[in-house]
């Protein structure tokens, strides 16, 4: 397949499950230790080889683009107080020059609408697309993973990470049947967008990491609102699997939904865990806590 060289980060939701949290500000800036969700899921995608980043934001995003963006006051201040192990942290962060592009999805129309509004900025080559809702630990992330299985695919195939989460919530996700095998991927026979339970085709969901073949811009310029009333990717993919194939990679690693408090929490405790200089401290914590 084509080098996959840019992925989708579509940032613009208004994240009322965590008001009054994000209020004032993106939920894609809440932390997870001391990195913002946004930058836990631009890190997967950079260790994948995504060399340009595309954030689909709106109105009251702006900080996300100062995070990405270089912080002169705060630079020469850590300088000046020869804070070095801080400054190369934000250096190794910071997209390299023109890496980065921004556009706005001005009404919230739904994910596949927020993709399409980045068409102009992907052009015609395939793409990835990470949801930062989702953060998946991994040693090599879930991105990196489905790049490698894309190797045994054909130049056109799609491919979507799933996983499989009890079938009394398979209604919170996309879900796709299953086909035959082809190397580390399946194909998939099915794509439902928040199926009820005996309509689901299987329990494996898609977990917000997808490989999209440009075609997709064309179905969703013509995509007319499902679930939810809103512009559905599903929907879109749906549509261009009848004239291209669409694979399902089930990827190793655990998935953490940071778009529920939940699974907020917990990712706060895994990654946390993760840190040798915070793993003894915060598993004391954990011990006392729990009684
Ligand atoms: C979106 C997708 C859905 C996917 C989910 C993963 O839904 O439409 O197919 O399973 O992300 O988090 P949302 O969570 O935006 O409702």
Request: hydrophobic share 40%.
């Amino acid at each position: 397949m084509t080098r996959i060289r840019k992925a989708i980060f579509p940032v613009a939701g208004l994240g009322t499950r965590f008001l009054p949290a994000t209020k004032a500000m993106p939920k894609e800036m809440l932390t997870v230790v001391d990195r913002p969700l946004i930058q836990h899921v631009v890190d997967e995608a950079k260790q994948a080889g995504i060399e340009h980043l595309i954030f689909v934001t709106g109105r009251g995003k702006a900080v996300i683009e100062d995070h990405f963006d270089r912080h002169f006051e705060l630079e020469a201040t850590l300088a000046e107080r020869k804070k070095k192990t801080e400054l190369d942290h934000l250096s190794q962060d910071l997209p390299a020059a023109g890496a980065a592009s921004f556009t706005r999805q001005q009404s919230p129309l739904g994910l596949g609408h927020a993709v399409w509004c980045a068409r102009e900025i992907v052009g015609n080559e395939p793409f990835a697309l990470l949801l930062p809702d989702v953060l998946v630990k991994h040693p090599r992330g879930c991105l990196a993973q489905m790049m490698d299985a894309t190797k045994d695919l054909g130049d056109k195939a799609n491919i979507i990470a799933v996983e499989e989460v009890p079938m009394d919530r398979v209604h919170m996700y996309g879900v796709v049947g299953v086909g035959e095998q082809k190397g580390k991927a399946f194909g998939i026979t099915k794509m439902v967008e928040k199926p009820k339970t005996a309509e689901a085709p299987s329990n494996l969901s898609i977990t917000g990491r997808y490989i999209l073949q440009p075609e997709i811009f064309d179905v969703l310029a013509k995509q007319t609102p499902g679930a939810g009333g809103e512009i559905q990717l599903t929907d879109a993919m749906v549509t261009l699997a009848k004239s291209q194939p669409f694979y399902g990679l089930k990827f190793d690693g655990r998935s953490y939904d940071c778009g529920s408090k939940i699974g907020f929490l917990a990712a706060n405790v895994a990654y946390g865990l993760d840190r040798t200089e915070l793993a003894s401290e915060l598993r004391e914590e954990l011990k006392r806590l729990l009684g």
